[in-house]
C-alpha cells in the first residue's frame, strides 16, 4: 500500500496523530518517538513556507508518520506545493459547496481522476522511489493512491450536502473540523449538544457507507478514545503548542506545590 496513513488504519483498525502548528523540525523528529500515526502540518494557521514545510514533511517520513498537510485555501499553489513536496494527505478548510470539493480534489489528483500538473518532485524521490519508476500512467495511479484528499466537512453548507459530497470522485475521505462546525450550527464548542452529536453521527455514517474515511480533531484524550471506540478511523488530538505548554505548566506546578 502506497499510503502510509490508510495501511496504518487497515492494521491497526484506526490511527492516532496530531497537528503541528510550529515550524520546528527537531520537535517534528521527537514526535516521531511517540508512537504517532500521522502529522498534521498546518499550514493554514501556522506561519509555514514551502521549505520549512517540506522539512517537515521529511521529519514525519524518517519518523514512521504519515505526512498531512492543510492548506490554507483550494488553489494550484497551494495544492501543489504540497503534494509536490511528499504531502501523503490534504487537508482542506473552509469548504462550502459540492463544486469547491471537487475543484480540490481536481487540483490534488492526475487525470483521469483530476487535473493536478505533472512533475516528479521531492514526494517522489524525484522520480526515484520504486512506486515511481514505471511508466506515465502507472506513475500517475500510483500518485493518486499515495495522496489522500481529505477536506474538511466544518460548514453549515458542507453538512447539508455531505450526502452528495463523499460521492466525489477521488475524494478519500472526510476530516470533520468540530469547532468551526459547531459554530456553524450556533452551538460552539457545545460537543455534547445533540444536534452536534447527531451530525457527527451522520457523517461517519456516510463516510462509511461511501467506504471513505472519516477523521476529526479531538481536544484530549478521554475525547479521543471515545471517537475511536464509535467507529472513527482517525483522530488528530490536540496541538503541539497546545500540549507544550499544558506540559511545562504542570511541570512548573509540581515543583512549586
Not at 475524494?171 to 464548542?189: N, V
Request: charged share 25%; proline share 4%; net charge negative.
Amino acid at each position: 500500500m502506497l499510503n502510509h496513513l490508510k495501511e496504518t488504519i487497515q492494521k491497526k483498525g484506526n490511527a492516532v496523530g496530531t497537528f503541528l502548528g510550529v515550524t520546528n523540525v527537531p520537535l517534528m523528529e521527537c514526535l516521531g518517538y511517540t508512537g504517532l500515526d500521522f502529522v498534521i502540518i498546518d499550514t493554514e494557521h501556522g506561519p509555514y513556507d514551502t521549505q520549512p514545510m517540506s522539512d517537515l514533511i521529511k521529519a514525519a517520513e524518517l519518523g514512521g508518520m504519515a505526512p498531512i498537510v492543510r492548506i490554507a485555501d483550494v488553489t494550484h499553489k497551494e495544492i501543489q506545493r504540497a503534494v509536490d513536496n511528499g504531502a501523503q494527505g490534504i487537508i482542506v478548510p473552509c469548504l462550502r459547496s459540492v463544486d469547491d470539493f471537487k475543484k480540490a480534489v481536481d487540483l490534488a489528483k492526475f487525470a483521469p481522476i483530476g487535473n493536478r500538473g505533472f512533475i516528479k518532485a521531492r514526494g517522489s524521490g524525484f522520480g526515484n522511489e520504486p512506486w515511481a519508476t514505471g511508466s506515465l500512467v502507472e506513475y500517475m495511479q500510483n500518485s493518486n493512491e499515495r495522496v489522500l484528499m481529505l477536506p474538511q466537512c466544518e460548514t453549515k453548507e458542507a453538512l447539508d450536502n455531505i450526502e452528495e459530497i463523499v460521492q466525489i470522485e477521488g475524494l478519500d475521505g472526510i476530516f470533520i473540523g468540530p469547532f468551526d462546525l459547531s459554530i456553524c450550527m450556533g452551538i460552539p464548542a457545545q460537543f455534547d449538544h445533540p444536534d452536534f452529536k447527531a451530525a457527527i453521527a451522520r457523517i461517519m455514517q456516510v463516510c462509511k457507507d461511501a467506504g471513505k474515511l472519516c477523521m476529526i480533531y479531538t481536544n484530549n484524550a478521554e475525547e479521543s478514545r471515545r471517537y475511536l471506540e464509535a467507529g472513527i478511523d482517525a483522530v488528530a488530538d490536540s496541538i503541539d503548542t497546545i500540549v507544550f505548554t499544558e506540559a511545562y505548566r504542570t511541570i512548573v506546578n509540581q515543583i512549586r506545590s
